[in-house]
Protein backbone atom coordinates (compact mmCIF):
# COMPACT_ATOMS: atom_id res chain seq x y z
CA UNK A 1 0.00 0.00 0.00
CA UNK A 2 1.02 3.34 -1.07
CA UNK A 3 1.31 6.15 1.46
CA UNK A 4 2.88 9.56 1.06
CA UNK A 5 2.95 11.62 4.11
CA UNK A 6 3.17 15.33 4.36
CA UNK A 7 4.48 16.92 8.03
CA UNK A 8 6.09 20.35 9.27
CA UNK A 9 3.48 22.57 8.93
CA UNK A 10 2.12 25.29 11.36
CA UNK A 11 1.37 28.54 12.23
CA UNK A 12 4.14 31.37 11.82
CA UNK A 13 4.07 35.39 11.21
CA UNK A 14 4.51 37.05 7.85
CA UNK A 15 8.57 36.82 6.95
CA UNK A 16 9.10 32.90 8.85
CA UNK A 17 10.26 30.05 7.27
CA UNK A 18 8.80 26.39 7.53
CA UNK A 19 10.33 23.42 6.03
CA UNK A 20 8.08 21.01 4.78
CA UNK A 21 8.77 17.05 4.76
CA UNK A 22 7.05 14.24 2.54
CA UNK A 23 8.17 10.88 3.38
CA UNK A 24 6.44 7.61 1.33
CA UNK A 25 6.24 3.57 2.04
CA UNK A 26 5.28 1.66 -0.44
CA UNK A 27 6.66 3.69 -2.98
CA UNK A 28 10.45 4.21 -3.97
CA UNK A 29 10.74 7.77 -4.46
CA UNK A 30 14.11 7.83 -6.24
CA UNK A 31 12.08 6.52 -9.44
CA UNK A 32 9.60 9.10 -9.06
CA UNK A 33 9.60 13.15 -9.91
CA UNK A 34 8.35 14.99 -6.71
CA UNK A 35 6.28 17.62 -6.62
CA UNK A 36 4.69 19.83 -4.12
CA UNK A 37 1.17 21.90 -4.12
CA UNK A 38 -1.20 23.77 -2.05
CA UNK A 39 -4.92 24.76 -2.03
CA UNK A 40 -5.99 27.79 -0.32
CA UNK A 41 -9.61 27.96 1.08
CA UNK A 42 -12.56 28.94 -2.09
CA UNK A 43 -9.11 28.28 -4.51
CA UNK A 44 -7.77 25.51 -6.78
CA UNK A 45 -5.04 23.50 -5.95
CA UNK A 46 -2.21 24.99 -7.62
CA UNK A 47 1.45 23.73 -8.38
CA UNK A 48 4.15 24.81 -6.05
CA UNK A 49 7.20 23.57 -7.11
CA UNK A 50 8.44 19.95 -8.47
CA UNK A 51 12.27 18.18 -8.67
CA UNK A 52 13.36 15.14 -11.23
CA UNK A 53 14.12 12.00 -9.81
CA UNK A 54 18.09 12.68 -9.55
CA UNK A 55 17.33 16.45 -8.20
CA UNK A 56 19.13 17.83 -10.69
CA UNK A 57 16.07 19.97 -12.56
CA UNK A 58 13.55 21.77 -10.36
CA UNK A 59 10.74 23.83 -11.67
CA UNK A 60 8.59 26.63 -9.40
CA UNK A 61 5.75 28.50 -9.53
CA UNK A 62 6.57 31.96 -9.86
CA UNK A 63 5.40 33.54 -6.50
CA UNK A 64 7.83 30.65 -4.91
CA UNK A 65 10.55 31.75 -7.00
CA UNK A 66 13.54 32.65 -4.72
CA UNK A 67 11.48 32.23 -1.43
CA UNK A 68 10.95 28.38 -1.76
CA UNK A 69 13.18 25.68 -2.22
CA UNK A 70 12.23 22.03 -3.19
CA UNK A 71 15.26 19.15 -2.56
CA UNK A 72 15.39 15.49 -2.09
CA UNK A 73 17.07 12.95 -0.24
CA UNK A 74 16.83 9.92 -1.58
CA UNK A 75 18.82 7.44 0.60
CA UNK A 76 15.57 8.97 2.87
CA UNK A 77 12.86 8.59 0.33
CA UNK A 78 12.40 12.14 1.71
CA UNK A 79 11.01 15.25 -0.09
CA UNK A 80 11.59 18.76 1.53
CA UNK A 81 10.02 22.21 0.29
CA UNK A 82 11.95 25.11 2.45
CA UNK A 83 9.64 28.11 2.64
CA UNK A 84 11.68 31.54 3.54
CA UNK A 85 9.71 35.02 3.88
CA UNK A 86 6.99 33.52 4.07
CA UNK A 87 3.64 35.67 3.36
CA UNK A 88 0.03 35.79 4.51
CA UNK A 89 -1.14 34.45 0.51
CA UNK A 90 1.50 31.71 0.80
CA UNK A 91 -1.19 30.30 3.52
CA UNK A 92 -2.81 26.82 2.52
CA UNK A 93 -2.69 22.98 2.65
CA UNK A 94 -0.05 21.93 1.26
CA UNK A 95 0.28 18.49 -0.39
CA UNK A 96 3.36 16.59 -1.96
CA UNK A 97 3.09 14.03 -4.66
CA UNK A 98 4.62 11.34 -6.97
CA UNK A 99 4.68 11.38 -10.29
CA UNK A 100 6.26 11.62 -13.58
CA UNK A 101 7.20 15.01 -14.77
CA UNK A 102 8.84 17.31 -12.56
CA UNK A 103 7.01 20.45 -14.47
CA UNK A 104 3.47 18.87 -15.85
CA UNK A 105 1.31 18.84 -12.80
CA UNK A 106 -0.80 16.24 -14.83
CA UNK A 107 1.33 13.60 -14.20
CA UNK A 108 1.39 13.47 -10.46
CA UNK A 109 -0.79 10.59 -9.34
CA UNK A 110 0.03 9.27 -5.90
CA UNK A 111 -0.84 12.38 -3.38
CA UNK A 112 0.16 12.73 0.38
CA UNK A 113 -3.26 14.21 2.65
CA UNK A 114 -1.84 17.47 3.16
CA UNK A 115 -0.32 19.82 6.16
CA UNK A 116 -1.88 23.29 6.67
CA UNK A 117 0.70 26.17 6.48
CA UNK A 118 -1.28 29.07 8.18
CA UNK A 119 0.71 32.40 7.93
CA UNK A 120 -0.15 35.74 10.45
CA UNK A 121 0.35 39.12 9.06
Known amino acids: QVQVVESGGGLVQAGDSLRLSCAASGLTLSRYAMGWFRQAPGKEREFVAGIDWSGMDRNYEDSAKGRFTISRDNAKNTVYLQMNNLKPEDTAVYYC??????????????WGQGTQVTVSS
Open 97 to 110: AAGSYYSDPGTYGY
